[in-house]
């Protein structure tokens, strides 16, 4: 059984910084993709950031790019979020999820497991 469980949200000025963190656990995620997505109120979930766990490779969607940098501790089995120069916009619940397959998604759709969020507020 595949759990996933963020942590590392809350409250904090524009221009701040915070760290998500996501702790796998139930298989070996060494072939298989991970990321980052988050969902604004009265939004749809949107793409944040994505992670290949073997390799490294990553993804980022233009609004974040140059902010946020996603990466992982193979040896924890953890999955991060570093999120700098924070703006109100920022302000969603933040999910973390894995796939099969080792492939960078954008979609949804395309994550099979989830988290069940951890909110981010930026005030301005």
């Known amino acids: 059984q595949v759990q996933l469980v963020e942590s590392g949200g809350g409250l904090v000025q524009a221009g701040g910084s915070l760290r998500l963190s996501c702790a796998a656990s139930g298989r070996s995620f060494s072939s298989y993709g991970m990321g980052w997505f988050r969902q604004a109120p009265g939004k749809e979930r949107e793409f944040v950031a994505a992670i290949a766990w073997f390799g490294g490779s990553t993804l980022y969607t233009d609004s974040v790019r140059g902010r946020f940098t996603i990466s992982r501790d193979i040896a924890k089995n953890t999955l991060y979020l570093q999120m700098n120069s924070l703006k109100p916009e920022d302000t969603a619940v933040y999910y973390c999820?894995?796939?099969?397959?080792?492939?960078?998604?954008?979609?949804?759709?395309?994550?099979?497991?989830w988290g069940q969020g951890t909110q981010v507020t930026v005030s301005s």
């Open positions: 999820a894995t796939r099969h397959g080792s492939g960078l998604k954008r979609n949804a759709y395309e994550y099979d497991y």
